[in-house]
Nanobody, 121 residues
Framework: QVQLQESGPGLVKPSQTLSLTCTVS??????????WSWLRQPPGKGMEWMGD???????YYSPSLKSRTSISRDTSKNQFTLQLSSVTPEDTAVYYC?????????????RGQGTQVTVSS
C-alpha cells in the first residue's frame, strides 16, 4: 500500500521560496498509470490543484500558479518536490502530496496527511 509523507518548513517569510518534499513508500514514482500531485487547501477554502509530475518526468501546472511553481523528482530517493516562489500570506495553506489517476485534478487515490505552511514575517 503506497504511503506519502510531506516534509518541509512550516513557516516561510513573504517573498521567499516555499520548498516541500514528498517521500513515497510502498510504491515507485515511476510506476505507470499515475500522476504525482501537489494540492493545497487554504483556510476556509476548498482544495486546489497546484501541479503534477508524470512517471516520465513531465510536469503540468495550474495556470494561476505556473509562473511561481516548479515540481521535480529524485527517482533514486523515490521523492518529488514542490517549489513555490515569491510567496505571500495568501499562500498560507495545508499542502498535500498525492497520487492521482489523471492529471489536473484534486481527485486522488492516495494522499499524505498534509503539512501546514504559514507565510508570515
Amino acid at each position: 500500500q503506497v504511503q506519502l509523507q510531506e516534509s518541509g518548513p512550516g513557516l516561510v517569510k513573504p517573498s521567499q521560496t516555499l520548498s516541500l518534499t514528498c517521500t513515497v513508500s510502498g510504491g515507485s514514482i515511476t510506476t505507470l498509470g499515475y500522476y504525482w500531485s501537489w494540492l493545497r487547501q487554504p483556510p476556509g477554502k476548498g482544495m486546489e490543484w497546484m501541479g503534477d509530475i508524470s512517471v516520465s518526468g513531465n510536469t503540468y501546472y495550474s495556470p494561476s500558479l505556473k509562473s511561481r511553481t516548479s515540481i521535480s523528482r529524485d527517482t533514486s530517493k523515490n521523492q518529488f518536490t514542490l517549489q513555490l516562489s515569491s510567496v505571500t500570506p495568501e499562500d498560507t495553506a495545508v499542502y498535500y502530496c498525492a497520487r492521482s489517476p489523471r492529471r489536473g485534478t484534486t481527485a486522488y487515490g492516495a494522499r499524505g496527511q498534509g503539512t501546514q505552511v504559514t507565510v508570515s514575517s
